[in-house]
T-cell receptor, first 115, second 110 residues
Framework: GAVVSQHPSWVICKSGTSVKIECRSL??????MFWYRQFPKQSLMLMAT?????????EQGVEKDKFLINHASLTLSTLTVTSAHPEDSSFYIC???????????FGPGTRLTVL | RKEVEQDPGPFNVPEGATVAFNCTYS??????FFWYRQDCRKEPKLLMS???SGNEDGRFTAQLNRASQYISLLIRDSKLSDSATYLC???????????FGQGTELSVKP
């Protein structure tokens, strides 16, 4: 099956710093990638839809200036959490939609802890 | 009202038991339906798609009732390895965004 990687798998940072998370589709092209956030004991919530070569579409309540998304190639999307605060601590998961089959494949997730 | 609602958990069952999960969705225009499995601290993995005609994959049977906007998952002969959180997922009618339910935790005991 198609493989999606995320880097880093976990990160601990100080409050006020910025953190970049990478999502890569390793063996297929993905025009569309999705970024989700999951708090403990809760389900995945879609944050934004990332489209290669264009601006991301953010879900209601998600600050686009705080969560910067760049999808510069067909295999890479990045999410930057700017000026992170403890309440941003969460599990961030990306998925990549395989262009031919419109199926989404999930990355292994990135666990962010902001101190 | 949440877009996708699931039975509250956790479900604690003995090995060999049959367990059923229920899910309802609010958007009648939803197009595709899935059950995902998520292990602790891992990403969700697709368990099976759900079709109106119902579908079965080994010990797992999924059913969809569009009129009632209801989805179910039945697990027969539960194994210890079935312990996980089961997520009911629907797509919207605008570009296929996945909308997740809050999940139902299953714990299968020896």
């Amino acid at each position: 099956g198609a493989v999606v990687s995320q880097h880093p798998s976990w990160v601990i940072c100080k409050s006020g710093t910025s953190v970049k998370i990478e999502c890569r589709s390793l063996d297929f092209q993905a025009t569309t990638m999705f970024w989700y956030r999951q708090f403990p004991k809760q389900s995945l919530m879609l944050m934004a839809t990332s489209n290669e070569g264009s601006k991301a579409t953010y879900e209601q309540g998600v600050e686009k200036d705080k969560f910067l998304i760049n999808h510069a190639s067909l295999t890479l999307s990045t999410l930057t959490v700017t000026s992170a605060h403890p309440e941003d601590s969460s599990f961030y998961i990306c998925s990549a939609e395989e262009d031919s089959y419109n199926e989404q494949f999930f990355g292994p997730g990135t666990r962010l802890t902001v101190l | 009202r949440k877009e996708v609602e699931q039975d509250p958990g956790p479900f604690n069952v003995p090995e060999g038991a049959t367990v059923a999960f229920n899910c309802t969705y609010s958007n009648s225009a939803s197009q595709s339906f899935f059950w995902y499995r998520q292990d602790c601290r891992k990403e969700p993995k697709l368990l099976m798609s759900v079709y109106s005609s119902g579908n079965e994959d080994g010990r797992f049977t999924a059913q969809l009732n569009r009129a009632s906007q209801y989805i179910s998952l039945l697990i027969r002969d539960s194994k210890l390895s079935d312990s996980a959180t089961y997520l009911c997922v629907v797509t919207d009618n605008q570009g296929g965004k996945l909308i997740f339910g809050q999940g139902t935790e299953l714990s299968v005991k020896p």
